[in-house]
């Protein structure tokens, strides 16, 4: 069956503005997770959904970035006034409901560029 | 301190070497540890969870030693293919998993 996708796959932007970061999760998958890679860097967790319950955003960097998932499936991480440190790979990843927390797939990714 | 520390590499091995990376974790309540995979400029994506009595998949190997804090990949016999960034990952609290930063190996002809 299709995987999770995000959208777009690259974006460049101008700092200052705003730019919004999609990810379709596997369909029926309950939870789902933003992370960011940076170069030579790690994944770091953003922000996790699981179901209805309030999201788990305490991985969020700033109040510029914010998150919101509709109707339980689609998300998108809103980033505002970027800076060039936001620059870095944007993972979704989404994993259903019951199964361990290691079964995340992840999406290929956004590459966001802020010049 | 990070959570989850890995030596970055890269590891240069010939094919059918046997490599192998450790990996330190902080939080001495985690309890469960997992190792990813990452080729270049792709997602993640799991390669074996770790248990405690240590586990097998064909030529990957992984050991967990709780009183010290670290965890262990082996691969024996190492494929052109095995080339690739291993993730060490560890369970934080509320379903988060922790990503150290990677080793990068390269196997080569």
């Known amino acids: 069956g299709a995987g999770v996708s995000q959208s777009p796959s690259n974006k460049v932007t101008e700092k200052g503005k705003d730019v919004e970061l999609r990810c379709d999760p596997i369909?029926?998958?309950?939870?789902l997770y933003w992370y960011r890679q940076s170069l030579g860097q790690g994944l770091e967790f953003l922000i996790y959904f699981q179901g209805n319950s309030a999201p788990d955003k305490s991985g969020l960097p700033s109040d510029r970035f914010s998150a919101e998932r509709t109707g339980g499936s689609v998300s998108t991480l809103t980033i505002q006034r970027t800076q060039q440190e936001d620059s870095a790979v944007y993972l979704c990843?989404?994993?259903?409901?019951?199964?361990?927390?290691?079964?995340?797939?992840f999406g290929p990714g956004t590459r966001l560029t802020v010049t | 301190r990070k959570e989850v520390e890995q030596d970055p590499g890269p590891f240069n091995v010939p094919e059918g070497a046997t490599v192998a990376f450790n990996c330190t974790y902080s939080?001495?309540?985690?309890?469960?540890f997992f190792w990813y995979r990452q080729d270049c400029r792709k997602e993640p994506k799991l390669l074996m969870s770790?248990?405690?009595s240590g586990n097998e998949d064909g030529r990957f190997t992984a050991q967990l030693n709780r009183a010290s804090q670290y965890i262990s990949l082996l691969i024996r016999d190492s494929k052109l293919s095995d080339s690739a960034t291993y993730l060490c990952v560890v369970k934080g609290g509320f379903q988060k998993l922790v990503f150290g930063t990677g080793t990068r190996l390269l196997v080569s002809p």
């Open positions: 770790v248990y405690s």
């Open positions: 990843a989404s994993r259903g409901y019951g199964t361990s927390d290691s079964e995340q797939y």
């Open positions: 939080n001495s309540a985690s309890q469960s």
């Open positions: 369909s029926g998958h309950t939870a």
